[in-house]
Every structure is written in structure tokens, then in C-alpha cells.
């Protein structure tokens, strides 16, 4: 069962394609009438009858040339109906909708030679399959994307750089830290030559390349260039904007990391400070810091502390995230821990009830914020 009317609803955005949607429409409102498509109750969507895919699937086997240009079709549809303008901002609903989406792309796919020019709608696709986890797949979208925007637009051209940035996040998600260093490095190179170095994306880029300084083990380095970001950032977007907050987030872990645990404190207090004000006590990212904040005073020895911010952080995740959420379930394995360290047998065994994760507590001491991606 899958939502085409509104994958199409949602990119309208001119005459034809609102004629496209009513033609639609028309059309499976005939299927109904034969009891060959049935809506679901509950949204847009609808399931169709194996034998309409089936009489489909021969018609175009027949036409080549047209099998071509419907699968054109449907990939620029399904390009433009996943679209994100700032995933650093994504909702669940978005998610959802793109693990829906992806057996469709898998599906169109086999209707297309390699010799076509999908282009068009190929980034989107890449980023698609990046934030599900299949970076491979996502590499195979942003070479064609890639191999497009340089002949038509430059290797220069903001675009462009946005695709060769992506293949970094990709190559970073993979663990090939020094692939992902090289291709942020192209991009860095290319957004101060033409956007300069003042740039969202350019300093967006400069976080990222901190980020994978920090997971090398390279923290010195990786503390360098987050100051890098931070001090061009802070007067243009002003001190408590969030991604200056996840700036400041990401060095106090830095801090820790390097077991500068009075310093990590500090930067995680200043983050904290920022995002309660900003987002909210029950605001995920506050959540985040709280954890991480809590993480930190246990390593110190200091276990009614860490005791308190560990609540803290069970308490706003599962509101604000749920109890099966990772989060959630990473602060209930470390209350677990924490509870058997001090000799809380009862208190452990109570919260272990409500742990799903088989393998126990990740022991990190928070979490970095992730990728930022330009826009």
C-alpha cells in the first residue's frame, strides 16, 4: 500500500501536474469500480490488485521505449516528493514516509538502462538511502547526480557541492574516515572559492570534518577545528543558535574524550543552558546534553549526581521520545549500571524490565548531534 496521490499532491507545482492528480484520480476511481484497487481507512493510500501490476508490468515489457519514459516519469516523482530542504530538521512523519518510499525507487530502477540520464531527482534519491543506513546504494545516487551537476553546472557550483558533501557524510557513516575527510576536504575547497569562508555551508562543513578529527581519536585536531567554526558562527548567528549549541555540545564530548572531565562540564552546562532556553527542558537535543551531563559525573565518581541526571534524562526521553527509543533505552542500561555499582540490586532489576536492548548499555559518555548538512 503506498500514498501516489499524494506523492503527487505534494509536488505539485504547476498546471500539469495538478492535471496529473486529477487524471490519477480518474483513473483509480475506475479501478474501484471493479474491485480492482482498494483505499485504505486512514489516509491517502491505497493497495492494487496483483493482476492490474501483472497486465502493467507486460504492457510495458512490449514498449521499451515507453517502459524508459515511465520509469523517467516515476523517478522524477518520487525525487520530488522526497525532497528535504533542511534535514537537520526532519520529522517522524518524513522518515516514515521515505521507508515507504524506497521499495518504489528499488522497483523503477529495474525498468532503467544505465545509458539513461536520471539526473534529475538522483541527489534526492542518494539522500534517501543515506539516512536509512544503505550508504552504497546512496554512493550509486550521488555518482550519477555528481557525474550531472559537473557538465551542466561546474565543480564549483553550490550544488555541486552539496552532492560531493554528501558523498563525505556517506563515507563517514561507512567508518572510512579518511575517504570522508577527502571529499569534505573537496567541498570545503569549493565553498570558500565560491560561497566564501563565512558560509553555512562552508562552516557546516568545518563541523563535520571536526566530527570525523573527533571519531580518528584525533581530538586535538578535532578541538581546533570545531573553534574554527565557532568563532566565525557565534557573530553571524548569535550565541544560543542551535547549531552553535551542537558546536558546543560536540566539544564538550571532545573534552571528555580527552579526560578533561571539568571541561566537558562546562561546555556541556553552556549547551544545556542555551537549549533550555531555546528548545525546551523536554526538547530532545536538551534531553541529549542532560544524558551526556549525567554520563560525566559518573565517570567522576560522583554516582548520586549522575544518579539525578540520569532520571532527568529518563524522564524528558521517555516523553519526549518514548521507551523503545535508543536514547531512552542507552540511559535506562546506564541507570541499570549505575544502580548495580551502588549496590541497588531491587532498583536495577525494577528498570532492567524495561530493557530492550540485549547487549546492555552503549557506555558512551553522550552522544555527538550528528551531521550537519548545508542547505
Not at 505539485?12 to 475506475?30: G, K, P, Y
Request: hydrophobic content about 35%.
Amino acid at each position: 500500500m503506498f500514498q501516489w496521490y499524494e506523492l503527487i499532491r505534494d509536488s505539485v507545482d504547476d498546471l500539469a501536474n495538478v492535471l496529473i492528480a486529477i487524471d490519477l484520480e480518474e483513473s483509480i476511481r475506475t479501478l474501484f469500480s471493479y474491485s480492482l484497487a482498494k483505499r485504505s481507512g486512514s489516509d491517502d493510500s491505497f493497495s492494487i490488485h496483483p493482476l492490474v501490476h501483472s497486465w502493467a508490468k507486460l504492457r510495458l515489457e512490449s514498449d521499451p521505449q515507453k517502459e524508459l519514459e515511465v520509469a523517467r516519469e516515476a523517478f522524477e516523482l518520487l525525487g520530488s516528493g522526497v525532497y528535504i530542504f533542511d534535514e537537520n530538521r526532519m520529522r517522524t512523519v518524513d522518515w516514515i514516509f521515505e521507508q515507504r518510499v524506497m521499495p518504489h525507487i528499488d522497483a523503477a530502477t529495474k525498468h532503467m538502462s544505465k545509458d539513461v540520464d536520471v539526473q534529475n531527482g538522483s541527489k534526492s534519491l542518494g539522500d534517501v538511502y543515506r539516512r536509512h543506513g544503505q550508504h552504497n546504494k546512496a554512493l550509486g545516487w550521488y555518482e550519477q547526480a555528481l557525474a550531472g551537476s559537473e557538465k551542466t553546472l561546474g565543480v564549483d557550483h553550490p550544488d555541486t557541492l552539496l552532492t560531493v558533501h554528501c558523498m563525505a557524510l556517506a563515507f563517514y557513516n561507512q567508518g572510512q574516515y579518511d575517504k570522508a575527510l577527502e571529499w569534505y576536504g573537496r567541498a570545503l575547497a569549493g565553498y570558500e572559492k565560491s560561497l566564501g569562508v563565512d558560509h553555512p555551508s562552508t562552516l557546516a562543513t568545518v563541523r563535520n570534518m571536526a566530527l570525523v578529527f573527533n571519531n580518528q581519536g584525533q581530538y586535538d585536531k578535532a578541538l581546533e577545528w570545531y573553534r574554527r567554526a565557532l568563532a566565525r558562527t557565534e557573530t553571524t548567528l548569535g550565541a544560543d543558535h542551535p547549531e552553535i549549541l551542537t558546536t558546543v555540545h560536540n566539544m564538550a564530548l571532545a573534552f571528555y574524550n580527552q579526560g578533561q572531565y571539568d571541561k566537558a562540564l562546562e561546555w556541556y552546562g553552556r549547551a544545556l543552558a542555551g537549549r533550555e532556553k531555546g528548545l525546551g527542558a523536554d526538547h530532545p537535543e536538551t534531553i541529549t546534553t542532560v544524558h551526556s551531563m549525567a554520563a560525566v559525573f559518573y565517570n567522576q565518581g560522583q554516582y548520586t549526581t549522575a544518579l539525578e541526571w540520569f532520571g532527568r534524562a529518563l524522564a524528558g526521553g521517555e516523553k519526549a521520545l518514548g521507551v523503545n527509543h535508543p536514547y531512552t533505552q542507552d540511559t535506562i542500561g546506564w541507570l541499570i549500571a549505575l544502580h548495580e555499582e551502588t549496590g541497588q540490586t531491587e532498583q536495577a532489576n525494577n528498570l532492567r524490565a524495561r530493557l530492550n536492548m540485549p547487549n546492555g548499555p552503549s557506555n558512551q559518555s553522550g552522544y555527538f548531534e550528528g551531521l550537519i548538512i548545508p542547505r
